[in-house]
């Protein structure tokens, strides 16, 4: 099976940066994404990487080490809006297609 | 537009009932997914389909049953030997590829609360 850890919860302050990794334990890795969630809300995607490396999307950046196992997704300029739930979710290649696997989210705070 | 629909946002039922949760999608999809996320939680899923007239089950899904009679739908029937009904429901679709950025779209969910 996967495992796939993330921390709980985060808080960080308006016009800050904050840094949540994500950490993954799989075989057949296939790419890992990431989602913002608001409370009561659908997920929306927010990136994707299935290579080493930095991918960069305006204010958010996520990064992939797949030796390492391990993901983080980047916010900059924070702002209230950012206050949600970032799930890590990882794809692998399996009978079954496209599926994902995610973590148990990561709830940040983001105050003035 | 495209997307998916579900209905209804919040749903109310007695402890014994069976209660069916929609999943509509317009997308083209060849693949749905459904899953169940409780308080402060991930994702876990439930059923997932690749294909009409075929689905899987996923990791949770005792207490659950689906159909996929038709390519934009795939409802979940949430029975009475469901343990602990009481969740947020939330239906995905995507293309079946598993190459490149393809993500699952989510719809809005249903909160269904058991009694």
């Known amino acids: 099976g996967q495992n796939i850890d993330q921390p709980t919860e985060m808080t960080a302050t308006e016009g800050a940066i904050v840094q949540i990794n994500c950490t993954y334990q799989?075989?057949?890795?296939?790419?890992l994404f990431w989602y913002q969630q608001h409370a009561g809300e659908a997920p929306t995607f927010l990136s994707y990487n299935v290579l080493d490396g930095l991918e960069e999307k305006g204010r958010f950046s996520s990064f992939l080490s797949r030796s390492k196992g391990y993901s983080y997704l980047l916010l900059k300029e924070l702002q209230m809006k950012d206050s949600a739930s970032y799930l890590c979710?990882?794809?692998?290649?399996?009978?079954?297609?496209?599926?994902?696997?995610f973590g148990g989210g990561t709830r940040l705070m983001v105050k003035p | 537009d495209g997307g998916i629909t579900q209905s209804p946002k919040y749903l109310f039922r007695k402890e014994g009932q069976n209660v069916t949760l929609s999943c509509e999608q317009n997308?083209?999809?060849?693949?749905m997914y459904w899953y169940r996320q409780d308080p402060g939680q991930g994702l876990r899923l439930i059923y997932y389909?690749?294909?009409?007239?075929?689905?899987q089950k996923g990791d949770i899904a005792e207490g659950y049953s689906v159909s996929r009679e038709k390519k934009e739908s795939f409802p979940l029937t949430v029975t009475s030997a469901q343990k602990n009904p009481t969740a947020f429901y939330l239906c995905?679709?995507?293309?079946?590829?598993?190459?490149?950025?393809?993500?699952?779209?989510f719809g809005p969910g249903t909160r269904l609360t058991v009694t």
């Open positions: 995905a679709s995507s293309s079946p590829g598993t190459s490149g950025n393809n993500e699952q779209y």
């Open positions: 389909s690749q294909i009409v007239n075929d689905f």
């Open positions: 979710a990882v794809r692998v290649l399996n009978n079954a297609g496209n599926m994902l696997t």
């Open positions: 997308l083209n999809h060849d693949a």
């Open positions: 799989t075989s057949g890795f296939n790419g």
